[in-house]
């Protein structure tokens, strides 16, 4: 069962592409910029921040947060799935695997995860060399993805976190998600909710949050498709590992087969702490 949060003031509307890409390359002053337009603090910290830093030293700039792909620990070897017994939906397999916290491909003692979700057997895995995991329905472009991004500075818990947070480190157009043929023109996240985990221990169930997004993406004949998803959450040592599916706007609205199959998916995302010992 969802906990509803209080709406944030920074939900705002994200049809600013320009500015993002201002303020990921350009000096403390785009950064400042955009970070007005925004109405991010997250930004804004950062944009103050890289100010600061330009008058002591021009070199050290404060980096904007982007949210990365959730490195599997097998790299690009292929995916560990489980048959399932199918159901109505044609959900009948499920990707288990050890996912890194580091970025930079080494295991953490303690940090790294176990993530498991289900999904259609006929979806295709794709940039499987790369190691993170991206899935497509080729019949009519819905996908998934694990994604993960650190809690801002200076929140210490998932809940504290701005839902805008996500949206901006998410869709930011020098992110991942982006850069791996995602083209997106807007994006604002709806609703958030904590949602209540399967244990009441924390270290065997983190805690869990759920929103639900809208964006529009650039299709190769530059057409625009309004698209709408959820992204599940959980949050271990301060990494946000994030799964986000979603589908057609006007039939994720029709709460048809489609919305059916987003809700599933995002319903069967787990994300456990490894032993410190592996």
Known sequence: MGLPLEDEDDDVSSDRRSFLQKASTGSAAAIMSAAAFLNNPYLASASA??????SASAEDNSPI?????????????RASLTSLPPNKL???????EAFLYSNDATRTAGKDVFASFDFPADWLQLDRFLGGIQYVDQRNGDKLYVLKVPLPSGVETLKEVPKAYFGDTIFNPNGELVKNGNDIEEYKVLS???????TATAEDSPPRRRLKVRYTTITGNNFSVERKGLVDIYEVGGMCYMLMTGSNAVRFDKKGVERDVVEYIADSFRVTKLPSVV
């Open 192 to 198: 958030s909710s904590m949602l209540e985990t399967a």
């Open 65 to 77: 947060i982007l949210a990365t792909f959730a490195r599997r620990r097998v790299g690009a070897l």
């Open 49 to 54: 921040s890289a100010s600061a830093s330009a």
């Open 90 to 96: 044609g959900i009948s397999q499920r990707l288990g």
